[in-house]
């Protein structure tokens, strides 16, 4: 069955960093777009990062700069390294895996989300 399975959420303080994981596992993993998602109480779940098969990324404008995804195909792992964090950057994130089939319908997967909270 397919996984994405997040970690690495918590508390930290306006400024910090933190690293989000998410593992994924029964599909092949190399074969879709992976992205990182967030949804703070009370507001529509929001792209926040991209990462294309070909390893091309894209970023919300607001975290330009200071958030990074990444991805190790050969590990099923991709990766949202958060720095300068604002308090609203306060959210769940969620691991998501895209493929576009020109033969199949589109393919969609979901985690369960972490929660990242930022705050003094």
């Known amino acids: 069955q397919v996984q994405l399975v997040e970690s690495g959420g918590g508390l930290v303080q306006p400024g910090g960093s933190l690293r989000l994981s998410c593992a994924a596992s029964?599909?092949?993993?190399?074969?879709?777009?992976m992205s990182w998602y967030r949804q703070a109480p009370g507001k529509e779940r929001e792209l926040v990062a991209t990462i294309t098969t070909g390893d091309l990324t894209n970023y919300k404008d607001a975290v330009k700069g200071r958030f990074a995804i990444s991805r190790d195909n050969e590990k099923n792992m991709v990766y949202l390294q958060m720095n300068s964090l604002k308090p609203e950057a306060t959210a769940v994130y969620f691991c998501n895996a895209h493929r576009i089939s020109t033969c199949s319908p589109p393919l969609d997967y979901w985690g369960q989300g972490t929660q990242v909270t930022v705050s003094a």
């Open positions: 029964g599909f092949t993993f190399s074969l879709f777009s």
